[in-house]
């Protein structure tokens, strides 16, 4: 596989044109352009793949019904289909429907994906394996912005913003193998999560923000064998759970929970941290937490199965005043100076097992309206 072949599209002319070149982009004077594109302007390559570039920040819009490959056939694993966008803003308006449901190998990368009402932004099925969504912003859902169902393994979410939705990032079913990397989840203007991020087996979440309040919870962890390593889960008096490794599924075995930092839950019933070990272990180091009601509670009847390695109890160090620099405000914008931490202390060297900040390792916002943040990865579509 070299690079795919390259088609653009500008949304923002309302007439039939063009060749689909960076000089020349296809426009149409109704419908989805990138659906036109799909079933008359690409002839599928199945060695290399193919990318469909939005070149204008006018969205396309699918009218209801969401992108299908009928005609266009079924990306493969080294020959995927890529939507992006060259410009900021550039995006997708679901107008009411899913953007995205079922086919593997289809590659999202800085865009604005959004209105898709009851159902889920993107929403994967038993066949939407290595469907990447990257440095994109997703918001206005009911339900979830990427919800998956079924064995719909390894897909990677990284440097993405999400909002004003019920749910982040939820997978169910058999489905593992996820990676949740850099995003930042907060509260929106017309919507508050119920929950930002749930995860089965053989899954990662690694240096997410998530910028909370009232009921929300920030992370669930299902079933077994995951890693949440590196988040910063901030509420402003909330009454849920930052991280909830406890649940009923096989009571989340044999995950490693490392070097977050919890705060804010302080409402009624606020929680920091939710642990539980069943027949299996659970391993626990370098983790913080500050002003929540309750900062840990862990089910004592099986905390011989807790393996800790830094000496707190239960892997998790209950700081006396707050770890974070807050700086401005504590919104989506102003992420680096707020959630920074204080220039002392065990946030700032406590990481396990070599030292180093506790919770997300933060850059500046990109420009996209999302950001790749998990050092050794650049920031937004520029970057």
Known sequence: MTAPNKYYIDCSVASDGGAGTIGDPWTRASGSKIQWALD??????????????????????????????TTYGTPGFDAPLLITGSVVGAGIDGGGASIHSGSQAVH?????????GANAIVNSTSSSYLSPIMDCELYDSTDAAWRTTGNTNYSLAAGNWVHDCTYGFIVAGSAGGFHIYGNVFSNGATRDFTTCVKVPSHSEVVENVF????ASHGIEVALFASRVVGNTVFSVAGTGTGINASTTESESLNDFIANNYVEGFSGAGGLGYQLKAASRYKHLAGNAAHNNTTNVTVDVSDSGLMRVYDGETYGVEI??????????????????????PV???????GRWPFGGIKGAILSAPAAAGGLLRHPGMSGGING
Not at 108 to 116: P, V
Not at 211 to 214: D, E, H, Q, T, V
């Open 40 to 69: 008359s302007g690409i002839t599928r390559d199945a060695t290399d793949g193919d990318e469909i570039i939005l070149t204008s920040t006018t969205h396309d819009t699918l009218g209801g019904t969401k992108l299908t490959f």
């Open 211 to 214: 910028i909370l309040s009232g």
């Open 319 to 340: 700081l006396g005043a707050t770890g974070l620099a807050k700086v401005g405000a504590a919104t989506y914008a102003n992420l680096a100076a707020y959630f920074a």
């Open 343 to 349: 220039s002392s202390g065990a946030m700032l060297t």
């Open 108 to 116: 999202f990368r800085g865009l604005q994906l959004h209105n898709s």
